[in-house]
């Protein structure tokens, strides 16, 4: 059975860090992509970094970019999320998700579709 599983979530002040993690099983990890996303209250689901996607690089959205660094533990089937800086407007919760790997994944990577399993995600709270 395919699983990814978030963790790491929780309470933290601004200007402070947490580090997300996204254990993955049942797939052959180096085959696939693994995003991450953040939904807040009453807002679209919004993609926000992404690895193993196509080009040899990681991709950030632009909300992230030099605050957020997504890597993974290949060993471990783990993908982590570290995040610094945190933000308000951070608030969400956060999935990961796992797609099969194409060359030009990291063109629609912030899209839902190219998906196929997600997980159950978890709170990330910014307290000003």
């Known amino acids: 059975e395919v699983q990814v599983v978030e963790s790491g979530g929780g309470l933290v002040q601004a200007g402070g860090s947490l580090r997300l993690s996204c254990a993955a099983s049942g797939f052959t990890f180096d085959d696939y992509a693994v995003g991450w996303f953040r939904q807040a209250p009453g807002k679209e689901r919004e993609g926000v970094a992404c690895i193993n996607c196509g080009d040899g690089r990681p991709f950030y959205g632009d909300s992230v970019k030099g605050r957020f660094t997504i890597s993974s533990d290949v060993a471990k089937k783990t993908v982590f999320l570290d995040m610094n800086s945190l933000k308000p407007g951070d608030t969400a919760v956060y999935y990961c998700?796992?797609?099969?790997?194409?060359?030009?994944?990291?063109?629609?990577?912030?899209?839902?579709?190219?998906?196929?399993?997600w997980g159950q995600g978890t709170q990330v709270t910014v307290s000003s």
């Open positions: 998700a796992d797609g099969l790997e194409t060359p030009d994944f990291y063109v629609y990577y912030r899209r839902e579709g190219p998906y196929d399993h």
